[in-house]
């Protein structure tokens, strides 16, 4: 079964270039990845602040946020 | 021909989880990730920095540096 893996970002350059190249990179035989964009679907910026997001691009994976450079703040998005 | 992914740290506990969670997620069939140990290896602190490293853990992915989280800043390790 695959590892579900979600990146969060706000359509930002920074954004973009984490993308790109880093949740593009992740191995697609053992993750899945879903890609938010928290900018044009605020519904889900309480879901990313609960998985510990507390800025764009970042990816959650196996429950932990990791923050890919800095774009945005969340609370720029709320 | 694989891309060369460069990840950088000092083995702090950011840095574990970000090398076993995001570097070990690459696709091996697409990158060849190199290891390096900064605090361990500070003749290659200069080119970590060279490649825009500011902090670990990073990756230095198609010449640009991605920092996951924040472990340490690059001026400790020099």
């Known amino acids: 079964m695959k ?23 992740l191995d697609p035989s053992r993750f899945e990845v879903e890609h938010v ?6 519904a889900r910026v309480a879901e990313a602040e609960k ?5 764009v691009p970042a990816l959650v994976l196996g429950g932990q946020a990791y923050h890919i450079n800095f774009g945005a703040g969340i609370e720029a998005l709320r």
Request: net charge positive; with cysteine; proline share 3%.
């Open 3 to 25: 590892t579900k893996a979600i990146f969060y970002h706000a359509g930002c350059p920074v954004c973009v270039a984490a993308e790109q190249n880093v949740a593009n990179a």
């Open 37 to 42: 964009h928290l900018g044009q679907n605020k």
């Open 51 to 55: 998985a510990g997001v507390k800025s």
